[in-house]
């Protein structure tokens, strides 16, 4: 099927293995494993169609770090919020956008999230509280501090997570949103997707210490510092902080560390790293180590085999929905660049 | 009824009537809380309405302007006051990437309701880096809408309007503005943004301005009719979106015009009107467009070097003489020097 289902010769047992984990534990672990597949699956799909000129501009994939988002996402209740950078496809489908929605968008499609005028970088959906795909590096970070600002004037008890890229912990906008959030005490979840790489340049050329979430103690701050191994340990420590936040009206700053597969975009060959540095990585892929999971406490082959069976069928109904969507009008543009008459 | 008030006093009124009708709106800047506003626009709010909805911040432009856009996204009403539109250089990233272009990249699933608004343009003797003219660079930006009142009425009422409009707006006011007084309607008075008003009924040539610039060019219009020289003033009150139509069937009438306003020559607002009337009433013009800016050099400190750089009523004068004689030699080209 593809590269992820694990080689090993891992038959359907003749009578399932017995359960280690309660099951409900173990629904939820395959919950999230199903959400990750679809997101890394999509992904190679988009990347597939970008390779046929189907999909345009930069395309910037998440391949290797969907436990982030998944895990982090599955700590949130409908109601709370998501702002994240320009690798958002993932992130916004663990937040619950249609598949169609996000394929759509890429192929620049009126049926996209974006109606085809954002594209990969800019995925909104308001339905499911996804505020963006958003491409300035370190810009949205206070902009999501807004929006938990409104969450806190509001008294509604939303919280916000927000997620950046170690190389977006260089910039104002970073020290100026979490020092707003730090002041104002505001419920969000600063959560710094350390992938090791900003575009080409390692973390080590780039910033002054080695350990991002440091950077909370300036601001009075708490933080955590994990691995994304482990999709249930993300949702559990990103757990603690969205308490925090819905609780004590407290923001954190978290660092995931992790790693993409891909290269910052789809123009980059990453010639800046090892193909021994990456195939250490994938050995400590969270999908993989998701189904292995599965497997060895007791879900069941036939079981995990229909949930991929499902995640595939979903993937190629995206493609499909994709390629036979029309492209937006004209008359689009006016409309949407102000609400009400157009102002020139 | 009307009383006159300050032009301070009528932002304050906008901001405060719009606080009490609608409490998604709240005020958020440098020194606008306890400090009672680093011009006393916002004097007095922070007791109306509590630290919750007035609210200080630290010197963060980028920050709060940010902020700003977050929330205006999920459904607040923020106002975002500048202590200057200089300092708005370092949210101009918020402006142009945030506030503008929400809808856009959401396909118009979010809007971004929120008013920037501060002093703007020259001070006195304040210097090159808080002394600029900053609705050229926002006024070409399309999702953003931008307006610069000259008067108190116009201030409060398209203060309101900017409040209650689902668009981003930022407000352009003057410090040298905030002390005039004017009348001012008492009661729940919108004016629509997108409506320049002519203040000065004329004949024999059109002066488009807008802000503090409108004021010089009253001054410049009163001298001239000393001379028998009768001009037309269209106060533009939203430069975007512009009121073409007004500006352009004045033109039609005069058959000259001149633009006055602070700021650079090179592109912005001055260039937008020319090309616009160029464009629309070339047919009914006597002479080119002419504009009356600032240097072309950043602001000076030296007081009479800073007077000689602003747009000056002499210069206006200069400017109206300048573009009629250019016409009667245009239609009489024997009997005239060139213009």
Redesign the interface.
């Known amino acids: 099927m593809n590269i992820l289902m694990p080689s090993t010769d891992q038959k359907a047992p003749e009578s399932p293995v017995p359960l280690t984990r309660p099951s409900a534990e173990l629904d939820h672990l395959a919950d999230l494993y199903q959400r990750m597949l679809l997101i890394r699956r999509l992904e190679e799909e988009a990347a597939r169609a970008y390779a046929k000129g189907k999909v345009g501009g930069f395309l910037h994939l998440y391949i290797g770090q969907e436990a982030v988002g998944v895990g982090a996402i599955a700590a949130l209740k409908p109601e709370d919020y998501v702002v994240t950078t320009y690798r958002d496809h993932g992130i916004a489908i663990a937040k619950g956008m249609n598949p169609r929605a996000m394929m759509a968008e890429l192929y620049g499609k009126a049926t996209g999230c974006s109606g085809g005028l954002g594209g990969s970088m800019h995925m909104f959906d308001a339905k499911s509280r996804m505020l963006g795909g958003h491409a300035i590096v370190g810009g949205h970070i206070p902009l999501a501090a807004g929006v938990a600002f409104a969450s806190k004037y509001r008294a509604d008890g939303t919280v916000t997570l927000c997620f950046f890229g170690d190389g977006a912990v260089s910039i104002a906008g970073f020290h100026e949103g979490v020092s707003l959030a730090a002041l104002w005490k505001l419920p969000i979840v600063f959560i710094c997707e350390n992938n090791e790489y900003s575009m080409g340049t390692p973390l080590s050329r780039t910033m002054s210490i080695e350990d991002v979430s440091m950077k909370a103690l300036g601001y009075g701050m708490d933080r955590d510092r994990f691995f994304a191994d482990d999709v249930l340990s993300v949702e559990h420590r990103i757990g603690e902080a969205v308490a925090r936040a819905r609780d004590l009206s407290l923001p954190t700053l978290v660092e995931i560390r992790t790693y993409r597969y891909r290269g910052h975009s789809m123009s980059d060959p990453a010639k800046y790293r090892t193909q021994a540095e990456l195939e250490e990585h994938k050995k400590r892929d969270p999908i993989m180590r998701a189904r292995t999971e599965l497997v060895r406490d007791g879900y069941g082959e036939a079981r995990l085999k229909t949930l991929e069976d499902g995640v595939e069928a979903q993937v190629a109904d995206a493609v499909k929905f994709a390629e036979e969507s029309p492209e937006p009008d004209v008359s689009v543009l006016e409309k949407t660049t102000y609400d009400g008459p157009f102002a020139a | 009824m009307a009383r006159v008030i300050r032009f301070r006093d009528a932002l304050r009124e906008a901001m405060i009537e719009e606080m009490v009708r609608d409490d998604r709106v709240?005020l958020m800047g440098e020194e606008v809380g306890y400090y009672q506003g680093a011009y006393k626009v916002s004097e007095g709010m922070l007791d109306k309405f509590g630290p919750?909805r007035v609210i200080d911040?630290?010197i963060?432009e980028?920050?709060?302007?940010?902020?700003?856009?977050?929330?205006?996204?999920?459904?607040?009403r923020p106002i975002i006051e500048f202590m200057t539109w200089n300092f708005s250089a370092?949210a101009f990233?918020?402006i142009l990437?945030?506030a503008a272009k929400?809808?856009?990249?959401?396909?118009?699933?979010?809007?971004c309701p929120i008013v920037f608004r501060g002093p703007n343009a020259s001070a006195v003797q304040v210097g090159s880096q808080h002394s600029q003219a900053m609705e050229h660079f926002y006024a070409t930006v399309?999702?953003?809408?931008v307006i610069a009142p000259a008067f108190p009425a116009d201030a409060k009422g398209m203060l309101k309007a900017a409040i209650r409009?689902?668009?981003p707006v930022l407000v352009m006011e003057s410090e040298t503005l905030y002390s005039i007084k004017g009348e001012v309607p008492d009661g729940d008075v919108v004016v629509p943004?997108?409506k320049a008003e002519i203040i000065r009924r004329g004949t024999a040539c059109t002066l488009v301005s807008y802000s503090r610039m409108t004021h010089v060019t009253v001054e410049a219009a009163a001298a001239l009719e000393k001379e028998g020289i009768s001009v037309e003033i269209v106060d533009l009150r939203s430069l975007?979106?512009?009121d073409e139509d007004t500006i352009v069937h004045s033109v039609r009438k005069t058959h000259h015009c001149v633009v006055v306003h602070e700021g650079w020559p090179y592109g912005g607002v001055g260039a937008e009107v020319a090309d616009r009337v160029q464009r629309l009433a070339f047919d009914w013009l006597d002479a080119p467009i002419l504009r009356v800016t600032t240097f072309d050099t950043p602001m000076p400190y030296n007081a009479k070097l800073e007077q000689l750089c602003m747009p000056q009523a002499g210069r206006v004068v200069s400017a109206v003489k300048r573009a009629i004689a250019r016409g009667r030699a245009a239609q009489n080209p024997s009997s005239s020097a060139q213009a």
């Open positions: 709240f919750q911040t630290p963060a980028g920050g709060f302007a940010g902020i700003g856009v977050g929330a205006a996204m999920v459904g607040l370092i990233d918020q990437n945030g929400i809808r856009q990249m959401s396909g118009g699933q979010f809007n399309p999702g953003l809408k409009d689902d668009n943004l997108g975007r979106p512009l």
